[in-house]
């Protein structure tokens, strides 16, 4: 493992993509592996891990909200569907606008929260 100790690892803001690369090294700890995680940390920096290590990190509630959104829309569309319904879409909406710097975290996630639980809702009927 690198330097940091898992309690001095930066904080996961953003998920920004995930790359298959077989028999390839961890940029975090040097492993042998296969995806590679690239993210953004708190001070700004790009970083990238493998699976194991990226669950070492601690993450942000709005970028595990974006991660799961967005795993979601890729597999609508590997399924030949639209894309996400309209709360999904909001709650995605408001949360690229918390990036963007337009609404707090606060207000993303009250938008996330509220599309998981019209979708609960919808899911029991």
């Known amino acids: 493992m690198s330097a940091l100790s898992v309690a001095q690892l930066p904080r996961i803001v953003r998920f920004i993509g995930t790359d298959d690369c077989e028999g390839a090294s961890c940029p975090h700890c040097g492993a042998t592996g296969r995806y590679i995680h690239r993210f953004q940390v708190a ?35 590997a399924r030949g569907w ?8 909001q709650a995605l909406d408001a949360i690229e606008q918390f990036y963007a710097g337009v609404v707090d975290e606060r207000t993303a996630m009250r938008f996330a929260v509220s599309a998981k639980r019209s979708n609960a809702m919808r899911y029991r009927r």
Not at 61 to 71: G, I, Q, S, T, Y
């Open 82 to 89: 639209n894309g996400l319904n309209r709360v999904d879409t």
């Open 43 to 77: 001070d700004g920096r790009t970083l990238a891990a493998m699976s194991g290590c990226v669950k070492l990190f601690p993450v942000s509630p709005v970028a595990v909200e974006e991660a799961r959104l967005r795993k979601k829309l890729a597999d609508y569309k």
